[in-house]
């Protein structure tokens, strides 16, 4: 998948990041073009909640035109009817990644492992709230 401006194709996706206090789940979408995160959302529930908050920042801060192509996996967050109806709401055309092929969301996947090994590697975090943090200060200000 390419994008030849910013705002035309987003990708999104999840991962996890471990805390003495348990599993800290990270939603983020990108922008193909830019490869900047444009909406992030982290919770301690893996559910719809966790991606709706990440895109609805992306809509919000961004404002895109209708018929942006929104990327995902199959995941039951980004194939459910709340996070559909939110799509349909903004205008966004719906793209899922073929089943079982993680090649198709790479820009995502690159992303976090970069976060995961430039940023986080031999981190232990002791709260949720510290690596909250941290992330935010990855994200947001580098």
């Not at 919000?60 to 967050?77: A, M, T, V």
């Not at 820009?107 to 976090?112: A, D, L, N, P, R």
Request: charged share 25%; hydrophobic share 40%; net charge negative.
């Amino acid at each position: 998948m390419k994008s030849e401006r910013p705002d035309t194709v987003w990708c999104a996706d999840i991962t996890y990041l471990w805390t003495i206090q348990g599993w800290l789940y990270l939603a983020v979408v990108l922008d193909l073009y830019s490869r900047k995160i444009v909406g992030w959302a982290m919770s301690n529930r893996l559910k719809a909640p966790l991606v709706k908050e990440a895109l609805s920042m992306a809509y919000w801060r961004r404002k895109p035109e209708k018929g942006l192509i929104h990327h995902s996996d199959r995941g039951s967050q980004y194939a459910g009817s709340e996070y559909q109806n939110l799509l349909e709401q903004y205008g966004m055309v719906c793209s899922m990644s073929r089943k079982g092929d993680c090649w198709d969301n790479a820009v995502v996947e690159s992303f976090f492992h970069t976060l995961k090994i430039e940023w986080i590697t031999d981190i232990i975090y002791q709260t949720r709230d510290e690596a909250r943090s941290d992330v935010i200060e990855y994200i947001e200000m580098l």
